[in-house]
């Protein structure tokens, strides 16, 4: 199947400071992104839905200042997360459908977890 | 309002056996019922996925069984082994274009006892 790499794998920052995570799609294009975090032993939340070359969408009760996204080609999409404080810490998982495939099947990154100390 | 309902929490199972994994949903707009399989740390894989034109499809030892009436699907891993330990998600969605969101269940944690 299709191939989505995220980095970095694992990142431990300070308090106060930004941390930026990338979702790439390495074998097709993608129009469009998804952005999830996931708790210990939770299910995946999705934060927002980030399109190619416009605004990325963010779901009710994600701060938009805060997890900030930019898709700026087809294959790259970035989170990052801006003035991190412990409660930011989370597994955070990118998934992308490849352009004009409307199968339905989500490719999913292998995560990123952040540590905010 | 929780739109997709797994169950069971947690399940184990001795290797060779089969799990059984359920799933209700809400939303009769849904059109797309996928299963992923995650291990710790890593993120979710899809394992198989159904729409409601068919009430089963196999993909080697994974079955899904559909019900649109009663809005449940389920997955059956056949012969269970214990490198199937996971935790699996049912999801659900509206196949309206690429840019469909998938809603998911909370989990579910599989364990294979050797």
């Known amino acids: 199947g299709a191939v989505v790499s995220q980095h970095p794998s694992w990142v431990i920052c300070k308090s106060g400071t930004s941390v930026k995570i990338e979702c790439r799609s390495l074998d097709f294009q993608a129009t469009t992104m998804f952005w999830y975090r996931q708790f210990p032993k939770q299910s995946l939340m999705l934060m927002a839905t980030s399109n190619e070359g416009s605004k990325a969408t963010y779901e009710q009760g994600v701060e938009k200042d805060k997890f900030l996204i930019n898709h700026a080609s087809l294959t790259l999409s970035t989170l990052t997360v801006t003035s991190a404080h412990p409660e930011d810490s989370s597994f955070y998982i990118c998934?992308?459908?490849?352009?004009?495939?409307?199968?339905?099947?989500?490719?999913f990154g292998e995560g990123s977890r952040l540590t905010v100390l | 309002q929780q739109q997709v309902k797994q169950s069971p929490q947690s399940l184990i199972v001795q290797k060779g056996g089969i799990s059984i994994i359920n799933c209700a949903y809400e939303n009769t707009a849904f059109d797309y019922f996928p299963w992923y399989q995650q291990f710790p740390g890593k993120g979710p894989a899809l394992l198989i996925a159904i729409r409601p034109d068919v009430s089963e499809k196999k993909e080697g030892r994974f079955t899904i069984s559909f019900n649109k009436s009663a809005k449940q699907f389920s997955l059956h891993i056949m012969d269970s082994q214990p490198g199937d330990s996971a935790t699996y998600f049912c999801?659900?969605?509206?196949?309206?274009?690429?840019?469909?969101?998938?809603?998911f269940g909370k989990g579910i944690t599989l364990s294979v006892r050797p």
């Open positions: 998934s992308a459908r490849a352009e004009l495939d409307w199968s339905g099947e989500l490719f």
């Open positions: 999801a659900a969605s509206i196949e309206t274009g690429a840019n469909s969101k998938l809603t």
